[in-house]
């Protein structure tokens, strides 16, 4: 089975502070997603990456950054976080892009901004 | 870029009827439309897909259909059973220029025992 892992399910910050999430998978995906979710608005798209140091800019990149360094790790990170980012962050992986594969979800991790 | 509306965002159902979620897309070039099930303190998780070659596809008690020209696919569950309750989303490929999935804003599925 595939697994997704996120290294913290709750987490609670202070306006303007750094903030990492990381996600790890097991199963040598190529590619790896950060999406937020809000009650009423659904997932979006923050980045994506599709290979190790490449990464692409989602739906609503602003205020993030993302760093992948090794294939099955990739980080989502608040530079300065701020009060509208508290959210529910999911990661995802899939095999390949261009056949339109089946996205794999970790179990998220709730954030919040005081 | 793509975009995606789900309707009703909310359904509740009796135990043993039938439950129908819609949703209707923009992009003419998408080519394929999963469903996925968040229960509570989850991440999403696949239900089932379909790509743009086929009209439907069934599995078990959970079928989707697709139309292209109307550009609307729909999820139907049958004979629904409290395990289904739930938020369901719909997705489709492309918009934002981005391959990430476009999402519905969800429904939550209510089975009335």
């Known amino acids: 089975d595939v697994k997704v892992t996120q290294s913290s399910r709750y987490l609670v910050k202070r306006t303007g502070e750094k903030v990492f999430l990381e996600c790890v998978q097991d199963m040598d995906h190529e590619n790896m997603f950060w999406y937020r979710q809000d009650p009423g608005l659904g997932l979006r798209l923050i980045y994506f990456?599709?290979?190790?140091?490449?990464?692409e800019k989602g739906d609503i990149p602003e205020g993030y950054s993302v760093s992948r360094e090794k294939k099955e790790r990739f980080s989502l990170i608040l530079e300065s976080a701020s009060t509208n980012q508290t959210s529910m962050y999911l990661c995802?992986?899939?095999?390949?892009?261009?056949?339109?594969?089946?996205?794999?979800f970790g179990p998220g991790t709730r954030l919040l901004v005081l | 870029g793509e975009n995606v509306e789900q309707h009703p965002s909310t359904l509740s159902v009796q135990e043993g009827d039938s439950a129908v979620i819609k949703c209707t897309y923009s992009?003419?070039?998408?080519?394929?439309f999963p469903w996925y099930k968040q229960e509570l303190g989850k991440g999403p998780q696949l239900i089932i897909d379909?790509?743009?070659?086929?009209g439907e596809k069934k599995d078990q008690r959970i079928a989707v259909t697709l139309n292209k020209t109307a550009k609307h696919f729909s999820l139907h569950i049958t004979e629904t059973q409290p395990e289904d309750s739930a938020v369901y989303f719909c997705?489709?490929?492309?918009?934002?220029?981005?391959?990430?999935?476009?999402f519905g804003k969800g429904t939550h599925l209510i089975i009335q025992p």
């Open positions: 995802a992986s899939s095999y390949q892009i261009a056949a339109r594969e089946t996205q794999y």
């Open positions: 990456s599709y290979d190790v140091k490449m990464k």
């Open positions: 992009d003419s070039a998408s080519n394929y």
């Open positions: 379909i790509r743009s070659n086929v």
């Open positions: 997705a489709a490929t492309g918009g934002g220029g981005a391959d990430g999935l476009t």
